[in-house]
Nanobody, 116 residues
């Protein structure tokens, strides 16, 4: 059973940057369609970015041009580089695998707080 562990969250000022990591065990990220979601308090979980097994990438409109998803097959890890962070990016960020269009195998999440 594949498991994902997220890390890299924290408190950052508006305009700052963070890089989130999603390390996999029990599975190989290179063959999965992977995604980052986020969930803010009182809001629904939303898709932030996804990368398919063949490298196709798409982003939510709210993060285009600021966030970059990538994958390091040697480290079996997926990353989310977040630049020009805004207070509205504050959320718990979670990675997952997408199978047949359905997200699953969720990690525990990592908190990102953007505040001055």
């Amino acid at each position: 059973q594949v498991q994902f562990v997220e890390s890299g969250g924290g408190l950052v000022q508006p305009g700052g940057s963070l890089r989130l990591s999603c390390a996999a065990s029990g599975g190989v990220v290179s063959i999965y369609n992977m995604a980052w979601y986020r969930q803010a308090p009182g809001k629904q979980r939303e898709l932030v970015a996804q990368i398919t097994s063949v490298g196709h990438i798409n982003y939510a409109d709210s993060v285009k041009g600021r966030f970059t998803i990538s994958r390091d097959n040697a480290k079996n890890t997926v990353y989310l580089q977040m630049n020009s962070l805004k207070p509205e990016d504050t959320a718990v960020y979670l990675c997952c695998r997408i199978m047949f269009g359905v997200p699953g195998s969720w990690g525990q999440g990592t908190q990102v707080t953007v505040s001055s």
